[in-house]
C-alpha cells in the first residue's frame, strides 16, 4: 500500500488549513485505494511542492526545467522528486539519459495530483489567503469545430485579462475524457451533461438538416422524413437513427442505417464541406451552419420538423473537482463573450 503525506509547516496558515487537509484527506481516500495509495496526515499543513514539481515534470517531460519554473537547483528538484516518489511507493517518472516519461503509476496519479494542486489553491482562497491575481496552467478540451469559429480568436483576448494563466487547448471533434486527459474543463454539446459533471449551459444548440442548392437540384427536396429513403444521407462519427417530430404530431427520422448512406466523416469541418460540396443531406448544429445558410452555400430541409431531443452547449468539469478561480473566469468569460449572444441566432 503506498501512502500520501500531508507534512507540516509552521505557520497560521497552517493551523487554520488542519481541518482542509483532513477534508482533503477524506475526499481522496477512496479514489486512491482503487490506485493502491492510501493517505496519512502527519501533522497540520500539505507539503505539496513535490506535488506540483512532478504536475510539472510531467507536463513538461523535463525535471530541471520544472525544477527552474519553481526556483530549484536540479540536484534539489531530483532529490525532491524522489522523496514524492519514495512516500508514495511507485516511480512516477522514468529516467534515462537522454528523456523523461510518466511511468503507469505516473500517469495514474497525475489527475490527483492536480486535484491535490486545485483543492490546495480553493483552501486558501476561502481563508483568504493568495493572490489576488488568477494563476496556473488550464487544461481545456471542445470541439475543432465550435472552437474554431468562435474560441480560438478569443484566446489572445483572455489571456491578456488574465496575465497569470496559460492555456493547454486540446481541440478534437471525437470525445476526450475528462479525467484520464487530466482536463480543468470540457465543452460538450449534449441532450444533458453526464451525471458526474458539474455543468454550466453555455447556449442552446439547435441541430437542422441541410444540403446544398445542387444536391437539391439534381435529387429534389424531400417533403416528408418518408422521402429521406430515397437520399443519401451522411453520418457524423456512425451510423445512426434520430427521430424528428413535425407539426400536427407527424414524426419521421433521419436514419443513416436504414437510407442511402455511403459516407461516414468524423471531423466537424469536412462534414460541414462534403455537404456543401453536394454528397448528401446531413445534419448540423446551427452554430455550424449559419453563416453558409445566410449565403445560401446550404438550404434547411424539412425545416418544419426538429430534433426530438435538442442538444445543448455545456461546460463541464468533474464533481470531485473544485471549481477553481482559474476555471471560474474562463467559463464567465466564455458565457460573456459567446453564451451571452450566440451570434449564430443572431
Same mark, same amino acid.
Given at each position: 500500500? *503506498?501512502?500520501? !503525506?500531508?507534512?507540516?509547516?509552521? %505557520?497560521?496558515?497552517? *493551523?487554520?488549513?488542519?481541518?482542509?487537509? @483532513?477534508?482533503?484527506?477524506?475526499?481522496?481516500?477512496?479514489?486512491? #485505494?482503487?490506485?493502491?495509495?492510501?493517505?496519512?496526515?502527519?501533522?497540520?499543513?500539505?507539503?505539496?511542492?513535490?506535488?506540483?514539481?512532478?504536475?510539472? !515534470?510531467?507536463?513538461?517531460?523535463?525535471?530541471? #526545467?520544472?525544477?527552474?519554473?519553481?526556483?530549484?537547483?536540479?540536484?534539489? !528538484?531530483?532529490?525532491?522528486?524522489?522523496?514524492?516518489?519514495?512516500?508514495?511507493?511507485?516511480? &512516477?517518472?522514468?529516467?534515462?539519459?537522454?528523456?523523461?516519461?510518466?511511468?503507469?503509476?505516473?500517469?495514474?496519479?497525475?489527475?490527483?495530483?492536480?486535484?491535490?494542486?486545485?483543492?490546495?489553491?480553493?483552501?486558501?482562497?476561502?481563508?483568504?489567503?493568495?493572490?489576488?491575481?488568477?494563476?496556473?496552467?488550464?487544461?481545456?478540451?471542445?470541439?475543432?469545430?465550435?472552437? $474554431?469559429?468562435?474560441?480560438?480568436?478569443?484566446?489572445?483576448?483572455?489571456?491578456?485579462?488574465?496575465?497569470?494563466?496559460?492555456?493547454?487547448?486540446? &481541440?478534437?471533434?471525437?470525445?476526450?475524457?475528462?479525467?484520464?486527459?487530466?482536463?480543468? &474543463?470540457?465543452?460538450?454539446?449534449?441532450?444533458?451533461?453526464?451525471?458526474?459533471?458539474?455543468? *454550466?449551459?453555455?447556449?442552446?444548440?439547435?441541430?437542422?438538416?441541410?444540403?446544398?442548392?445542387?444536391?437539391? /437540384?439534381?435529387?429534389?427536396?424531400?417533403?416528408?422524413?418518408?422521402?429521406?429513403?430515397?437520399? $443519401?444521407?451522411?453520418?457524423?462519427?456512425? !451510423?445512426?437513427?434520430?427521430?424528428?417530430?413535425?407539426?400536427?404530431?407527424?414524426?419521421?427520422?433521419?436514419?443513416?442505417?436504414? #437510407?442511402?448512406? *455511403?459516407?461516414?466523416?468524423?471531423?466537424?469541418? %469536412?462534414?460541414?464541406?462534403?455537404?456543401?460540396?453536394? #454528397?448528401?443531406?446531413?445534419?448540423?448544429?446551427?452554430? %455550424?451552419?449559419?453563416?453558409?445558410?445566410?449565403?445560401?452555400?446550404?438550404? $434547411?430541409?424539412?425545416?418544419?420538423?426538429?430534433?426530438?431531443?435538442?442538444? /445543448?452547449?455545456?461546460?463541464?468539469?468533474?464533481?470531485? @473537482?473544485?471549481?477553481?478561480?482559474?476555471?471560474?473566469?474562463?467559463?464567465?468569460?466564455?458565457?460573456?463573450?459567446?453564451?451571452?449572444?450566440?451570434?449564430?441566432?443572431?
Amino acid at each position: 500500500m *503506498r501512502t500520501i !503525506a500531508f507534512m507540516t509547516c509552521s %505557520s497560521c496558515v497552517g *493551523r487554520k488549513l488542519f481541518r482542509w487537509s @483532513n477534508h482533503i484527506a477524506s475526499l481522496y481516500t477512496n479514489k486512491w #485505494a482503487v490506485l493502491g495509495f492510501s493517505i496519512r496526515i502527519l501533522d497540520i499543513k500539505m507539503d505539496t511542492e513535490g506535488v506540483k514539481l512532478f504536475v510539472l !515534470a510531467a507536463e513538461k517531460l523535463n525535471i530541471s #526545467a520544472a525544477g527552474r519554473e519553481l526556483g530549484m537547483p536540479p540536484a534539489v !528538484a531530483s532529490a525532491k522528486l524522489a522523496k514524492l516518489e519514495k512516500g508514495v511507493g511507485a516511480d &512516477l517518472l522514468k529516467r534515462t539519459t537522454r528523456k523523461v516519461a510518466l511511468s503507469v503509476e505516473g500517469a495514474e496519479f497525475l489527475p490527483y495530483a492536480r486535484e491535490i494542486l486545485a483543492q490546495e489553491n480553493a483552501a486558501l482562497a476561502a481563508l483568504g489567503y493568495g493572490n489576488e491575481t488568477v494563476t496556473g496552467s488550464l487544461r481545456f478540451t471542445a470541439s475543432s469545430t465550435f472552437a $474554431q469559429q468562435f474560441i480560438v480568436s478569443l484566446i489572445p483576448e483572455f489571456l491578456a485579462l488574465h496575465p497569470g494563466i496559460s492555456l493547454d487547448l486540446r &481541440l478534437s471533434d471525437m470525445e476526450l475524457d475528462l479525467i484520464q486527459g487530466s482536463f480543468d &474543463l470540457a465543452l460538450r454539446n449534449a441532450v444533458l451533461p453526464e451525471s458526474n459533471l458539474h455543468a *454550466r449551459k453555455l447556449a442552446e444548440d439547435k441541430r437542422i438538416l441541410c444540403a446544398s442548392p445542387d444536391y437539391l /437540384a439534381t435529387h429534389g427536396t424531400p417533403e416528408s422524413p418518408d422521402d429521406l429513403l430515397n437520399h $443519401q444521407l451522411i453520418a457524423f462519427k456512425s !451510423a445512426s437513427s434520430i427521430k424528428l417530430t413535425g407539426p400536427n404530431g407527424k414524426s419521421g427520422e433521419f436514419n443513416t442505417r436504414v #437510407a442511402g448512406h *455511403r459516407l461516414t466523416i468524423d471531423d466537424g469541418l %469536412s462534414y460541414k464541406i462534403a455537404t456543401r460540396c453536394g #454528397a448528401g443531406i446531413a445534419i448540423h448544429s446551427l452554430w %455550424s451552419v449559419h453563416k453558409e445558410l445566410a449565403e445560401g452555400s446550404l438550404v $434547411q430541409v424539412l425545416p418544419e420538423y426538429r430534433m426530438d431531443a435538442e442538444p /445543448a452547449l455545456w461546460l463541464v468539469y468533474p464533481k470531485s @473537482n473544485v471549481l477553481t478561480a482559474k476555471v471560474r473566469v474562463f467559463i464567465d468569460f466564455l458565457i460573456e463573450r459567446i453564451g451571452s449572444h450566440p451570434p449564430w441566432l443572431n
